[in-house]
């Protein structure tokens, strides 16, 4: 089936350490994005790729690290310097303007 | 800059009846995209509908329509004949029909409609 995967679905991570989110496409989507929703709020962009080794950043990339070495594949990874990264977090893909389609969705929780 | 507003944080409907949900939109764009999003209690984003700003006609699927009103920078979504299974985050966004680094949704803070039964 054709679709949008995240791992884990649920993520823990230390003070000081850097994770990394699972993001993989088989759309053949083209552009993939990350965002971050916290808790009775709307959705925030941190990265987005249109093309394979490119990627720019969103509203709210600091903290975050993204590469596109494939284009099936977007991991994001939440560095240290995130002070705040519990929240979850979405991915998506696009082609055009057919709208962006979501994956699962991981939530980070910092202990 | 581009900006979404749902100014409906929570909305209530009895099973079986009909929902309007509002959104309005500001942008000096003439080329766009309007979608509306379902987040149900499993957290995923769901695309209900889009509208692109340059067909008049108002997208329709299934149970689901919009009323979208250009000259207003409204953008609606009706819900007809409401099931369960409907209850969920609704979020209205907006994409610039221009492409490039403009690509990225915009979306406003959510509606969280409860269906009674």
């Known amino acids: 089936d054709g679709g949008i995967t995240q791992s884990p679905k649920y993520l823990f991570r230390k003070e000081g350490q850097n994770v990394t989110l699972s993001c993989e496409q088989n759309l053949n989507h083209d552009a993939m994005y990350w965002y971050r929703q916290d808790p009775g709020q709307g959705l925030r962009l941190i990265y987005y790729?249109?093309?394979?080794?490119?990627?720019q950043k969103g509203d709210i990339a600091e903290g975050y690290s993204v590469s596109r070495e494939k284009k099936e594949s977007f991991p994001l990874t939440v560095t240290s310097a995130q002070k705040n990264p519990t929240a979850f977090y979405l991915c998506?893909?696009?082609?055009?303007?057919?709208?962006?389609?979501f994956g699962p969705g991981t939530r980070l929780t910092v202990l | 800059a581009q900006t979404v507003t749902q100014s409906q944080p929570e909305m209530s409907v009895q099973e079986a009846e009909t929902v309007t949900l509002s959104c309005t939109y500001d942008?000096?764009?003439?080329?766009?995209?309007l979608f509306w999003y379902k987040q149900p209690p499993s957290r995923q984003m769901i695309l209900v509908i889009r509208q692109e700003a340059y067909k008049q006609q108002n997208a329709t699927e299934n149970r689901f329509s919009v009323n979208f009103q250009k000259a207003a920078k409204s953008f609606s979504l009706k819900i007809s004949d409401s099931q369960l299974g409907d209850a969920a985050m609704y979020f209205c966004?907006?994409?610039?029909?221009?492409?490039?680094?403009?690509?990225?949704?915009?979306f406003g803070t959510g509606t969280l409609l409860a269906v009674q039964p």
């Open positions: 790729s249109q093309i394979v080794n490119d990627f």
């Open positions: 942008t000096s764009e003439s080329d766009y995209y």
């Open positions: 966004a907006y994409r610039s029909g221009y492409g490039g680094a403009t690509n990225k949704l915009i």
């Open positions: 998506a893909s696009s082609l055009g303007g057919l709208g962006q389609f």
